[in-house]
């Protein structure tokens, strides 16, 4: 069974079958402010990896993503985004980031 923080925040439709040709961008975003479970925005999904680290699975600019992440947080709360290129080498982190993550990017 899933933990709540392994859920997705908003879910779009299913991303399998994308091949790593199809436009998709997937943003990394911290914060240690806690993020509201209804988060909209402009993306498909956003994903807990871990407390604080997000996926962010969109097609529009890294400026839209920020600010609409940035407007839902507590004001003066510290966050970062920045886009994926490829896969990341990463460990520990929710079950099933690694496959959502190869969904989408290209392996590194």
Known sequence: MQSPAVTAIQQGPNRRGLRHTDAVTVYLAWTPA???DDLSGPWTE???AAPGLLLVDSGDTLSRV???LKW???DDSPLLVTPLAERPKLK???DGTQAWLGDRLPKG
């Open 66 to 68: 920020y600010h609409e």
């Open 92 to 94: 520990g982190l929710a």
């Open 46 to 48: 956003v994903r807990r």
């Open 72 to 74: 839902s947080l507590p």
């Open 34 to 36: 806690p993020v509201p």
